[in-house]
């Protein structure tokens, strides 16, 4: 009997088991439904967190995850389900929004400000950062949406349309009317991919280039868009493979980074003022400028020279726009035949100063080539100071000028063509120009980016899908994580933090991918609301001592769409000290354990900004009800 019995219960048990987890997922469907009719796309946090209950695998991450205030001391909130009193802990400081006229607050590029500096060498548009020094203090609340900010479509649709209440600026449908730049269509903007040197399209404009410059292949993958207007230019060529960092400054054609982010392409906001652009030497195999405004012939060539800094050996410039066939143009350009004559030679100069081998010339574009050992190639150049290579990669908040960046040793400007170049063995590993870096450590470190990634996808299973085309990582290292996430349809700005031990972004170049330096102490130099997913490895442990938690965490959440995710990855006592600061910031967490082991100090955090906007603030009643409806399992409670 005894052994019937046994019996008996062990073919109950599944059965049992099924039924538990269909009504699991039963009242998280139901649940979802019922606040449906609040947030706009909030369901993607519920979409999470449904995945990671209902998933057995990732339902026992989650509940490891969610218990770790119980074992672990620190600032954290102790777990829902303890009560003794030494876990007790007050209530999180509570971030309240910021002025609805504040929902496109760029801090280091705030146009009051900025009219204060020189405008010799466009100082004045260049990153003028708040400090708490000077009395001018950074902002300590949540800079809000827009009224009817809705997610923005999946790329490649957003690449042709941006929904208007996102980005609600008309100026540019009639400064630009006549280049096509961009139209408005009632509820969204469409961009049909014109610009002021292509008006019939980017695509065309693109083929022409294509005669001389090898975008075919993978030969030219990296692209610099100076001036970069909507950035029509690196919206066209990503279907060609080719990655395009486009800026502008925040000048008085207002939003053009800002619709270039709504549109999935990368940009920031800057300009070629007096300080040096946040890129290592040989980053690009293309620098563009269509009619960027830059004056070339100028400052001794200072702009021609930075440009070479950044441009790989073999590398291509391209100039759209005058002086190019000035003789052509003088009338239409409104400008005298002796002022473009002049400004054309000193391009023609500076070019073969710096050894550029002027490949063509096409109507009203230039196209040079830097030649892949300038040294043995131009014996007969001009005296000029070469530049101090003590450390070529220091360039942040340094003085462009005018010198030579001293040529490449042999070999080690050979790359493969994308996409083996993402896996390849980039060569200043190879060289042995990272410290601490070998071929085989460098190997390890992409395998271990690998299992990361693998683990996330096992609580976020979205992280494979189309839902995030705008990603950052906020310290790179070597890109491992964006090689690991790798998609056409994503992109990734890798960011090395001025404070890291390696300085690495010229091995991110080097894999085919895109990033710039920049210290987390500062606001990024981008719009609010430009990123969907950010990557956050270490970044608190980093800047433990060099600034304020809840103002990293602030300038995250402001560059974070409404229901954008990061995932923070740090010691356990740091995430608790995060999971309660995000608490007062409109965050859903969950915590997991390290894919390795329980045992590991290192954890996983994963957010999501609720959905929320400057109009809705005055409900305070439907915010709650929000609130409530969005509660679940699979979220910090």
Same mark, same amino acid.
């Given at each position: 009997?005894?052994?019937?019995?046994?019996?008996?219960?062990?073919?109950?048990?599944?059965?049992?088991?099924?039924?538990?987890?269909?009504?699991?997922?039963?009242? +998280?469907?139901?649940?979802?439904?019922? &606040?449906?009719?609040?947030?706009?796309?909030?369901?993607?946090?519920?979409?999470?967190? #449904?995945?990671?209950?209902?998933?057995?695998?990732?339902?026992?991450?989650?509940?490891?995850?969610?218990?770790?205030?119980?074992?672990?001391?620190?600032?954290?909130?102790?777990?829902? %389900?303890?009560?003794?009193?030494?876990?007790?802990?007050?209530?999180?400081?509570?971030?309240?929004?910021?002025?609805?006229?504040?929902?496109?607050?760029?801090?280091?590029?705030?146009?009051?400000?900025?009219?204060?500096?020189?405008?010799?060498?466009?100082?004045?548009?260049?990153?003028?950062?708040?400090?708490?020094?000077?009395?001018?203090? /950074?902002?300590?609340?949540?800079?809000?949406?827009?009224?009817?900010?809705?997610?923005?479509?999946?790329?490649?649709?957003?690449?042709?349309?941006?929904?208007?209440?996102?980005?609600?600026?008309?100026?540019?449908?009639?400064?630009?009317?006549?280049?096509?730049?961009?139209? +408005?269509?009632?509820?969204?903007?469409?961009?049909?991919?014109?610009?002021?040197?292509?008006?019939?399209?980017?695509?065309?404009?693109?083929?022409?280039?294509?005669?001389?410059?090898?975008?075919?292949?993978?030969?030219?993958?990296?692209?610099?868009?100076?001036?970069?207007?909507?950035?029509?230019?690196?919206? +066209?060529?990503?279907?060609?493979?080719?990655?395009?960092?486009?800026?502008?400054?925040?000048?008085?054609?207002?939003?053009?980074?800002?619709? =270039?982010?709504?549109?999935?392409?990368?940009?920031? *906001?800057? !300009?070629?003022?007096?300080?040096?652009?946040?890129?290592?030497?040989?980053?690009?195999?293309?620098?563009?400028?269509?009619?960027?405004?830059?004056?070339?012939?100028?400052?001794?060539?200072?702009?021609?020279?930075?440009?070479?800094?950044?441009?790989?050996?073999?590398?291509?410039?391209?100039?759209?726009?005058?002086?190019?066939?000035?003789?052509?143009?003088?009338?239409?350009?409104? &400008?005298?035949?002796?002022?473009?004559?002049?400004?054309?030679?000193?391009?023609?100069?500076?070019?073969?100063?710096?050894?550029?081998?002027? !490949?063509?010339?096409?109507?009203?574009?230039?196209?040079?080539?830097?030649?892949?050992?300038?040294?043995?190639?131009?014996?007969?150049?001009?005296?000029?100071?070469?530049?101090?290579?003590?450390?070529?990669?220091?360039?942040?908040?340094?003085?462009?000028?005018?010198?030579? $960046?001293?040529?490449?040793?042999?070999?080690?400007?050979?790359?493969?063509?994308?996409?083996?170049?993402?896996?390849?063995?980039?060569?200043?590993?190879?060289?042995?120009?990272?410290?601490?870096?070998?071929?085989?450590?460098?190997?390890?470190? %992409?395998?271990?980016?690998?299992?990361?990634?693998?683990?996330?996808?096992?609580?976020?299973?979205?992280?494979?899908?189309?839902?995030?085309?705008?990603?950052?990582?906020?310290?790179?290292?070597?890109?491992?994580?964006?090689?690991? *996430?790798?998609?056409?349809?994503?992109? !990734? @700005? %890798?960011?090395?933090?001025?404070?890291?031990?390696?300085? $690495?972004?010229?091995?991110?170049?080097?894999?085919? #991918?895109?990033?710039?330096?920049?210290?987390?102490?500062?606001?990024?130099?981008?719009?609010?609301?430009? +990123?969907? #997913?950010?990557? =956050?490895?270490?970044?608190? $442990?980093?800047?433990?001592?060099?600034?304020?938690?809840?103002?990293?965490?602030?300038? @995250?959440?402001?560059?974070?769409?409404?229901?954008?995710?990061? *995932?923070?990855?740090?010691?356990?006592?740091?995430?608790?000290?995060?999971?309660?600061?995000?608490?007062?910031?409109?965050?859903? $967490? #969950?915590?997991?354990?390290?894919?390795?082991?329980?045992?590991? /100090?290192?954890?996983?955090?994963?957010?999501?900004?609720?959905?929320?906007?400057?109009?809705?603030?005055?409900?305070?009643?439907?915010?709650?009800?929000?609130?409530?409806?969005?509660?679940?399992?699979?979220?910090?409670?």
């Amino acid at each position: 009997m005894a052994n019937k019995s046994s019996s008996s219960g062990a073919r109950t048990s599944p059965l049992s088991l099924v039924i538990a987890m269909a009504l699991c997922c039963f009242f +998280y469907l139901l649940g979802a439904w019922q &606040r449906s009719g609040y947030g706009k796309g909030d369901t993607i946090a519920a979409a999470v967190n #449904l995945h990671t209950t209902c998933d057995p695998a990732a339902a026992a991450i989650a509940a490891a995850g969610l218990t770790f205030e119980t074992h672990h001391g620190g600032d954290g909130a102790a777990s829902s %389900n303890t009560s003794s009193p030494s876990f007790s802990s007050p209530a999180p400081e509570e971030f309240a929004p910021c002025a609805a006229a504040l929902a496109d607050h760029t801090p280091c590029h705030d146009q009051d400000r900025a009219m204060k500096f020189p405008r010799k060498n466009m100082v004045y548009r260049e990153r003028h950062c708040p400090s708490t020094g000077d009395g001018d203090a /950074r902002l300590r609340c949540l800079v809000p949406a827009p009224a009817g900010y809705v997610t923005p479509f999946p790329w490649p649709k957003s690449r042709d349309y941006v929904p208007f209440a996102n980005a609600p600026y008309k100026s540019l449908t009639v400064e630009k009317a006549v280049q096509n730049w961009v139209q +408005y269509e009632g509820a969204v903007f469409r961009f049909p991919g014109g610009g002021t040197q292509f008006p019939q399209g980017a695509d065309k404009y693109i083929d022409r280039l294509a005669t001389v410059v090898p975008f075919a292949g993978g030969h030219v993958r990296t692209v610099l868009d100076t001036g970069c207007g909507v950035a029509s230019l690196g919206a +066209y060529l990503d279907s060609r493979g080719v990655i395009t960092m486009s800026f502008a400054p925040r000048d008085s054609h207002e939003a053009q980074v800002q619709f =270039a982010l709504e549109r999935g392409v990368p940009a920031f *906001i800057g !300009v070629l003022g007096s300080i040096k652009l946040p890129f290592p030497p040989r980053s690009f195999d293309m620098a563009h400028c269509s009619r960027c405004l830059i004056p070339w012939g100028a400052n001794g060539g200072m702009y021609m020279m930075e440009i070479d800094r950044v441009l790989r050996p073999g590398g291509y410039w391209v100039l759209s726009g005058p002086p190019i066939n000035w003789k052509a143009n003088h009338r239409a350009w409104e &400008r005298s035949e002796a002022d473009l004559s002049g400004e054309q030679q000193r391009v023609e100069e500076f070019a073969a100063m710096l050894c550029w081998e002027k !490949v063509t010339e096409i109507n009203e574009i230039g196209i040079w080539r830097k030649r892949l050992d300038p040294a043995a190639a131009c014996p007969d150049r001009p005296p000029v100071r070469p530049c101090d290579d003590a450390n070529p990669d220091d360039v942040w908040y340094k003085n462009m000028e005018t010198c030579i $960046t001293p040529p490449v040793a042999a070999g080690a400007g050979e790359l493969k063509p994308f996409p083996e170049r993402l896996t390849a063995v980039p060569p200043r590993i190879s060289s042995g120009a990272v410290p601490g870096f070998t071929a085989e450590s460098y190997e390890e470190e %992409n395998q271990r980016w690998e299992r990361h990634v693998a683990a996330y996808k096992k609580v976020n299973y979205k992280l494979s899908t189309e839902r995030y085309r705008n990603i950052m990582d906020m310290n790179a290292g070597v890109g491992g994580f964006a090689a690991a *996430i790798f998609s056409p349809k994503a992109w !990734v @700005m %890798n960011v090395v933090p001025t404070a890291a031990e390696l300085s $690495t972004l010229g091995v991110v170049y080097e894999r085919g #991918l895109i990033g710039m330096y920049h210290d987390w102490c500062e606001a990024f130099s981008t719009y609010p609301r430009t +990123y969907d #997913l950010i990557h =956050a490895n270490g970044i608190f $442990t980093l800047y433990k001592d060099r600034c304020k938690m809840e103002d990293i965490l602030l300038e @995250m959440d402001r560059i974070l769409r409404p229901e954008g995710t990061v *995932i923070f990855r740090d010691d356990v006592d740091v995430l608790l000290k995060v999971q309660r600061t995000v608490k007062g910031m409109r965050w859903k $967490t #969950l915590m997991a354990n390290h894919e390795d082991s329980p045992h590991l /100090r290192e954890k996983v955090l994963f957010a999501v900004k609720r959905y929320w906007t400057a109009a809705n603030e005055g409900s305070s009643e439907e915010e709650k009800k929000m609130d409530s409806s969005s509660e679940g399992k699979g979220s910090e409670e």
